[in-house]
């Protein structure tokens, strides 16, 4: 999949810094985790039920792959002509399934072994989702105008909205 598409008018526009700092945020998540929970275990917090912890954190791992998968798929390989609010599918519900996926990938590793230091990092990494989806939302608004506002009442920015907002 290609996702520098920048000569497709059917898509929003992503931050300057929205690859890299995802990738620099996610290494750094990655490399924090491993270090303090095989190497320093400075800040582990003990709780230690491998039969929990394990299934709990695969299944928050599958619905991220697929919240990721579905999302990337949407987006980049259906074109939308004439442009359109993309809300269907994974994005029903969650307005950034990426991002949001994402996250979930680092909390799933974080649930098999819990760090005060990468949690840390994953509030960081969320607060540098956050300002990259105001971005996006922000350019969005601009190009979609009402149809977007009103896509932003049915669908949350992380988590779903199960319910239909008040007429």
């Given at each position: 999949m290609a996702h520098h598409d920048h000569d497709r008018n059917d898509i929003g526009r992503e931050h300057p810094a929205n690859h890299p700092g995802q990738i620099i945020g996610a290494l750094l998540?990655?490399?924090?985790q491993v270090a303090d929970n095989f190497f320093f275990r400075l800040?582990?917090?003990p709780i230690r039920n491998m039969y929990l912890q394990i299934p709990i954190a695969a299944v928050i791992i599958i619905i991220a792959?697929?919240?990721i998968r579905t999302g990337l798929t949407t987006v980049f390989e259906e074109r939308r002509d004439p442009p359109e609010v993309i809300s269907k599918g994974v994005f029903s519900r969650v307005r950034h399934p990426v991002y949001?996926?994402?996250m979930?990938?680092?909390l799933g590793i974080l649930v098999t072994g819990p760090s005060g230091a990468a949690f840390g990092i994953l509030v960081l990494n969320f607060i540098f989702y956050n300002s990259m989806a105001s971005y996006e939302e922000s350019l969005l608004i601009k190009m979609f105008g009402n149809e977007y506002l009103e896509y932003m009442e049915t669908a949350g920015r992380w988590l779903p909205k199960f319910?239909?907002?008040a007429a």
């Amino acid at each position: 999949m290609a996702h520098h598409d920048h000569d497709r008018n059917d898509i929003g526009r992503e931050h300057p810094a929205n690859h890299p700092g995802q990738i620099i945020g996610a290494l750094l998540f990655f490399a924090v985790q491993v270090a303090d929970n095989f190497f320093f275990r400075l800040t582990l917090i003990p709780i230690r039920n491998m039969y929990l912890q394990i299934p709990i954190a695969a299944v928050i791992i599958i619905i991220a792959v697929y919240m990721i998968r579905t999302g990337l798929t949407t987006v980049f390989e259906e074109r939308r002509d004439p442009p359109e609010v993309i809300s269907k599918g994974v994005f029903s519900r969650v307005r950034h399934p990426v991002y949001s996926g994402a996250m979930m990938i680092m909390l799933g590793i974080l649930v098999t072994g819990p760090s005060g230091a990468a949690f840390g990092i994953l509030v960081l990494n969320f607060i540098f989702y956050n300002s990259m989806a105001s971005y996006e939302e922000s350019l969005l608004i601009k190009m979609f105008g009402n149809e977007y506002l009103e896509y932003m009442e049915t669908a949350g920015r992380w988590l779903p909205k199960f319910r239909k907002p008040a007429a």
